[in-house]
């Protein structure tokens, strides 16, 4: 793991920048302590991200949960009670990855997790434009359709085109120039510039030019809404480390109602950024859904009892820890431990990064997310795939995550259904062992979609260290996607465990 530890370490600062702006903004917009958005931050790095089996995935406040903590807490009466629920969604979080509810995740079709990133891709961009010309109106972070300010994405964004900022502007054109400018010539001429990241650089200017303003270099009139906003005093406000939960409230069925909530929405949003990660992932690791479970349970357990907001894994977090480096979960461990020294020791410095800094960089992240060349591949799959993809993006877009997944599954389980009322599936595998080596030899129908992924995913995960695999599809005259790219991982992954793969094909 020490191997990267230059890579992660970078990332992992990247990570951390973005991660602080949005956990405030979370809060925020929860109704919430700030602390409670840092707390979880902090326990979403650190501890989820050690008991993690996803190596690239970071945990922390989710935007998509803002909705229902914030009601919450109104129907529970105070921020202390809402905090019981919290442990008790941790638990049955936990118990969902006891019993094995993770596989779950193999039933996610790829039109659907592609159709996710580059909904989320789009989103970011159309989010973060206002906050990189200085209409910093939405609290950093929104993802909903329908914004906290009874705006929206795009009255947002119209309206951020008649009220915005110079200073704003000027510092996000010198930014996202110089990131293009870091990623597309100095780190591919220079090693230096490979350890160290354009965004981490684009902060640090961005904060240092703030601080000689203050400082009487210049005559600017900086607004504190175009920075990271944070005081010991409104940090401090309404929070109290270390809760002790009212009994009285684990009596109150509306707890129990509100804790299965979270739990159920955390874990899909969980799994949903597990198999998206593991899909950027450039190594391409398959991340066991079931463990990710139990270490959200753990997660939010904790969350609970130290006055925290609920965590999630993150796909904007995770993404942006893709894309500028990270290897290992050594990257979101770390980005952990500096939300925490941020807390402790720099939250005077925080306070002077621009927003728009932050917007450069994650309207880059949300490009590598939504490229063109992605939309292309989708679109020459056909349409039981691009449909899906594109119904996914506009709810994500219109609506909110959550929503957009579903729709997008709706989708390509009417192309699916089509075509299972067509045609029969099977899946044999014959067992043989010779000299102590177990050979598998699988073969597959005429026809397999995605419905025979999760069947597929288990049975080749079953496959025991050295062994030898053959995997017969001659006679296959129509294979879904996922299967494709399921049997593709499980060639590239053969080596970590050992086995000889052979395909048979009708080529």
């Not at 370490?9 to 958005?37: D, E, K, T, W, Y």
């Not at 904790?302 to 979960?329: D, E, H, M």
Request: overall charge neutral; glycine content about 8%; hydrophobic content about 50%.
């Amino acid at each position: 793991m020490f191997k990267t530890l230059k890579s992660d370490l970078s990332s992992s600062i990247v990570v951390f920048f973005v991660a602080l702006p949005l956990c405030l903004g979370i809060a925020l917009a929860s109704n919430a302590p700030l602390m409670a958005g840092l707390i979880s931050g902090i326990v979403g790095g650190i501890l989820v991200g050690i008991l993690s089996g996803s190596q690239l995935g970071v945990s922390g406040p989710a935007a998509g949960l803002t909705v229902i903590v914030s009601s919450s807490i109104l129907v529970l009466g105070s921020w202390d009670n809402f905090l019981s629920a919290v442990i008790l969604a941790g638990i049955i979080q936990f118990a969902f990855g006891y019993f094995s509810l993770g596989f779950l995740a193999y039933f996610f079709p790829l039109s659907v997790i592609y159709g996710m990133l580059s909904g989320i891709g789009i989103l970011i961009i159309l989010k973060q434009i206002p906050h990189a010309i200085g209409y910093d109106k939405s609290f950093f972070g929104e993802e909903e359709f329908s914004q906290l300010n009874h705006e929206n994405t795009i009255s947002s964004l119209i309206h951020s085109f008649s009220d915005f900022d110079y200073f704003s502007i000027l510092i996000f054109i010198f930014s996202i120039c110089l990131l293009i400018i870091w990623e597309k010539k100095l780190s591919n001429k220079f090693d230096i510039f490979k350890i160290i990241q354009g965004p981490i650089v684009v902060v640090f200017l961005g904060a240092a030019f703030v601080f000689l303003n203050q400082s009487g270099f210049f005559s600017l009139n900086i607004s504190s809404e175009h920075l990271v906003t944070i005081s010991d005093e409104n940090l401090l406000s309404n929070f109290h480390f270390l809760t002790i939960p009212n009994i009285d409230n684990f009596l109150n069925l509306e707890t129990y109602k509100i804790a299965l909530l979270i739990a159920v929405v955390a874990s899909l949003e969980t799994l949903l950024c597990l198999e998206a990660t593991d899909k950027l992932d450039p190594q391409r690791r398959v991340s066991p859904p079931n463990k990710e479970l139990k270490a959200q349970g753990i997660g939010n357990l904790i969350c609970g009892f130290v006055g925290a907001l609920p965590v999630t894994q993150v796909i904007v977090r995770s993404s942006a820890n893709i894309n500028f480096g990270a290897k290992t979960k050594l990257s979101a461990i770390f980005h952990g431990f500096w939300l925490l020294i941020a807390v402790v020791f720099l939250i005077p410095i925080m306070s002077l990064i621009p927003l728009a800094s932050l917007s450069a960089i994650l309207i880059i992240v949300g490009y590598k997310l939504a490229k063109p060349v992605i939309f292309k591949e989708m679109y020459s799959s056909g349409k039981e795939q691009f449909i899906p993809f594109i119904i996914t993006i506009i709810g994500i877009i219109t609506i909110n995550l959550l929503n957009g997944i579903i729709l997008g599954l709706i989708a390509g389980l009417l192309f699916s259904l089509y075509r299972s009322y067509q045609n029969s599936y099977e899946l044999k595998d014959v067992i043989t062992n010779k000299n102590g080596v177990e050979s598998h030899y699988i073969s597959l129908a005429e026809e397999i979609s995605f419905f025979n992924k999760a069947s597929l995913m288990q049975k080749l995960e079953s496959i025991p260290n050295g062994s030898q695999v053959t995997v017969d599809f001659a006679r296959n005259k129509y294979m879904a996607l996922d299967i494709e790219v399921t049997l593709k991982d499980f060639e590239t992954n053969a080596e970590y465990k050992n086995l000889k793969v052979k395909f048979i094909n009708n080529n």
